[in-house]
């Protein structure tokens, strides 16, 4: 079983759509983390939880929407979404927040695209 | 705002050569240093990580850290085609880490 899972791998959704990405990590980890990543630009961070606390969001849109039930599950729930949100979205972890030692485990990526 | 610069590339190589990978930051005062291969249509995954100034080898790559000239560097020596990937520089930050947009690395046999 891979470290980080993610699910669906691909998801298109109109604008007016609500829908979910799910992640999954069996690493024992304490922090997780969104990202986005989109063609020609840098992995942008958007959500960072540790120990299920949000500890940082870094000025992504209220149409995207973070949750962190416990310690080994991650969810973003979209909503309203718009087509220059297509991309791709990373989940990942870390054993702690402050990630020293660079050790991100990404997923496979959820790769969505918005009509 | 921390900024991580690096060129996109393609950086073409024949197998066996050595590929240069270049990287330079913006803030002075980061610390920590990665790099990351990306095949793809696949996630990123670390291959090096440097803290000190100098050079850190593990197999056939190089991780080179000049903190005064805010340069790091990744070599691979004896480059295969395996090795044609996205390669992507990461440097520290508070809680997590700041990328740069990556350099495609392609390496004909």
């Known amino acids: 079983e891979t470290g980080v899972t993610q699910t669906p791998r691909h998801l298109v959704m109109g604008m007016t759509n609500k829908k979910s990405l799910k992640c999954e990590q069996h690493?024992?980890?304490?922090?997780m983390y969104w990202y986005k990543q989109s063609a020609k630009k840098p992995l942008e961070l958007m959500f960072v939880?540790?120990?299920?606390?949000?500890?940082e969001n870094n000025s992504v849109p209220s149409r995207f929407s973070p949750e962190c039930p416990n310690s080994s599950h991650l969810f973003l729930h979209l909503h309203t979404l718009q087509p220059e949100d297509s991309a791709l979205y990373l989940c990942?972890?870390?054993?702690?927040?402050?990630?020293?030692?660079?050790?991100?485990?990404f997923g496979e990526g959820s790769r969505l695209t918005v009509l | 705002q921390k900024e991580v610069e690096q060129n996109s590339g393609p950086l073409s190589v024949p197998e066996g050569a050595i590929a240069s990978l270049n990287c330079t930051y913006s803030?002075?005062?980061?610390?920590?240093f990665f790099w990351y291969r990306q095949y793809s249509g696949k996630s990123p995954e670390l291959i090096m990580f440097?803290?000190?100034?100098g050079d850190k080898e593990d197999g056939r790559f190089t991780a080179q850290l000049n903190k005064a000239s805010q340069y790091v560097s990744l070599l691979i020596r004896d480059s295969q085609p395996s090795d044609s990937a996205t390669y992507l520089c990461?440097?520290?930050?508070?809680?997590?880490?700041?990328f740069g947009k990556g350099t495609m690395l392609l390496v004909s046999p």
């Open positions: 440097i803290y000190s100034n």
């Open positions: 690493l024992g980890h304490n922090a």
């Open positions: 939880y540790s120990l299920e606390e949000r500890v």
């Open positions: 990942a972890s870390s054993q702690d927040r402050l990630a020293t030692t660079g050790e991100l485990f």
């Open positions: 803030d002075r005062g980061s610390q920590s």
């Open positions: 990461a440097v520290d930050g508070y809680s997590t880490l700041t």
